[in-house]
């Protein structure tokens, strides 16, 4: 663990994570924006002392545009209500675009684990022509689908 000397030749070890406690009474909390839009004048806030009274007075809230697949924008607005909202996890749960492509991207992760164990699909894969006809299969299955509207309806 690397060590550190700080002011007076007091050892400081680093840590990893520090928790969020509530502020002291004789402390004093500067807010950075959490918003697209500008405050119409600086306000000074007395009596906020922990950081959910800081969420539950300023509301922050941002309006994003996303890029689909397509190409097309999907503006979406989101809220936030405690630290956690800016995980991805918390981003996530209020975006119908990020939850989508977290779904997406859950199915693909599942889909590269079966297929990774998956000895007789890797060894159709190395085979040239196993390949060739695994793939005419799999195209054959899709255009099926898609002629009973189960894909694309």
């Not at 002291?24 to 959910?52: W, Y």
């Not at 164990?117 to 898609?146: H, V, Y």
Request: glycine share 6%; net charge negative.
């Amino acid at each position: 663990m690397n060590k550190s000397i700080g002011i007076g030749g007091i050892e400081v070890t680093p840590t990893a994570s520090e928790a969020i406690v509530d502020i002291a009474h004789n402390r004093t909390l500067f807010i950075e924006q959490l918003t697209s839009d500008p405050p119409e004048q600086p306000v000074i806030v007395q009596g906020l002392t922990n950081i959910s009274q800081v969420f539950e007075y300023f509301h922050p809230a941002v309006h994003i545009r996303f890029q689909g697949e397509d190409g097309q924008a999907v503006e979406e607005k989101l809220a936030f209500t405690q630290l956690s909202g800016f995980s991805i996890k918390g981003l996530s749960q209020q975006s119908v675009f990020l939850k989508d492509l977290s779904s997406e991207r859950e199915q693909y992760v599942k889909m590269m684990q079966q297929l990774a164990g998956n000895k007789r699909l890797i060894a159709a894969l190395e085979d040239p022509a196993a390949r060739r006809a695994l793939l005419s299969t799999i195209q054959s299955m899709i255009s099926t689908l898609e002629n009973i509207n189960v894909i694309n309806p």
